[in-house]
């Protein structure tokens, strides 16, 4: 069993564990993820390490409530365990000193970008970082990405804090004040269409690009394919080819055609469990 040890609700939907996990903390780096389960009926749940502590044996996670499992796991609390949490899983980010590195973070996409960035800072590259959300209240971390950066810009959808706009327009600015030449890679995490826009717009100036997939995951071994990306043409599955691709040979379109193909099936299983209709302990809406 994996003990929760703290909880912080970040925001009303989005919450932060610190998870007792000493095997996975000595070995995890960042870029990589975990696939944990709340019970022996639960869904297996693939979520990128936030952050971690090798002396303290701990791993931070930060999910948002979407579907019925996350919001399952949002009812856990500080003490409450869970029954399995496998990692690190995927391949760690290429960590080098590359000079000048953007790290563009889109709403929960912040939490795994945090590492990545302070781990190139570690390596001696300047790093600029972006956050964006859509608005002031769904800001988290501001702090730790300011401390994990060389200098960080931040954005809201509706203008509501700092200043209007996406990170893709704070990331044009970047490109036009620095120059494209000055600007060795960019990273990119966040929602699906948020890492595309910033695709298309680095490809236009040929700047690198990686992002990291969240695709829908089962085994996160490989072995179910339900992974699947098309990356330059060729079949790629996140959990062990990824999470993290070149941008610019990523079929996004695919990629979110995929992402709908359970969407019926997870909107009955979250009403079924909102409306308690469940009376099992597993919470599947009775639908077993």
Not at 2 to 8: F, G, P, R, V, W
Not at 135 to 149: G, N, P, S, T, Y
Not at 156 to 165: A, E, L, N
């Amino acid at each position: 069993m994996y003990k929760i040890l703290s909880k912080i609700t970040l925001v009303p939907t989005l919450h932060e564990f610190v998870i007792e996990a000493p095997r996975v903390a000595k070995r995890c780096k960042a870029g990589q993820f975990i696939i944990l389960r709340i019970h022996e009926e639960g869904e297996r749940i693939p979520l990128t390490i936030a952050d971690f502590d090798r002396e303290k044996g701990t791993i931070t996670i930060v999910f948002q409530e979407v579907g019925k499992s996350t919001k399952q796991l949002a009812t856990l609390n500080a003490g409450d365990s869970m029954l399995d949490f496998v990692g690190p899983l995927g391949e760690a980010s290429h960590i080098d000193n590359y000079g000048t590195v953007v790290c563009v973070a889109g709403g929960v996409g912040i939490a795994p970008v945090f590492p990545i960035a302070r781990a190139l800072k570690e390596a001696g590259n300047e790093v600029i970082g972006i956050m964006g959300c859509r608005c002031k209240d769904l800001i988290f971390w501001e702090d730790r990405m300011k401390d994990a950066c060389t200098e960080l810009r931040v954005t809201t959808d509706d203008g509501s804090y700092v200043c209007k706009g996406f990170v893709t327009d704070k990331l044009l600015d970047l490109i036009n004040e620095r120059g494209k030449e000055n600007i060795a890679e960019v990273i990119a995490i966040g929602p699906v269409p948020m890492m595309r826009a910033v695709a298309n717009l680095t490809r236009e100036y040929g700047i690198k690009t990686i992002v990291s997939l969240n695709s829908t995951m089962v085994d996160g071994t490989g072995m179910c394919g339900c992974c699947r990306v098309t990356v330059g043409g060729e079949v790629k599955f996140a959990c062990v080819d990824g999470p993290e691709f070149d941008a610019h040979a990523v079929d996004f379109e695919e990629m979110m055609r995929r992402g709908r193909i359970y969407k019926e099936e997870e909107q009955k299983s979250l009403e079924k469990y909102t409306n308690k209709s469940c009376t099992c302990s597993c919470g599947c809406g009775g639908a077993k």
